[in-house]
């Protein structure tokens, strides 16, 4: 019986957790380096560029998001893989149609990449 309780708090808590999430747009892009926010410096791939709406004139660079797939926004139908992904903003997409540009690496976690873009939540890592 306590096995069951404590599986039923950690569900409740994940469920809260993106409870609290924005939603959002994603795509993704290949080309990484150089950043807006960091230059020439690696940052790997699980990283994304922030469209106007959360680019905040900078103040996202190296902030971690957690972001999930929640459905199309175009003709593919089921491109949500059902995970998540945390990624680190390292640039800006000025004029993106989406919230957050993701890499493709972290794209291909959430998404199918032949979907191109997908509505998203998004929320600040702890």
Known sequence: MENYSLIFVCMVA????????????????????????????DHG?????AGDALWKNGAMCG???????????????????GKSVTVKVVDQCPRC???????REAFEIIAKPVAGIINIDYKKYA
């Open 14 to 41: 994940y469920l809260v957790s993106f409870a609290s999430a924005k939603p959002g747009i994603a795509t993704f892009y290949t080309k990484y380096i150089p950043s807006a926010c960091f230059k020439n410096q």
């Open 63 to 81: 902030k971690k998001f957690t972001v999930k797939c929640t459905g199309p926004r175009n003709g593919v139908r089921h491109p949500c893989t």
């Open 45 to 49: 791939k699980m990283i994304a560029a």
């Open 97 to 103: 149609p989406s919230t957050m540009d993701l890499s």
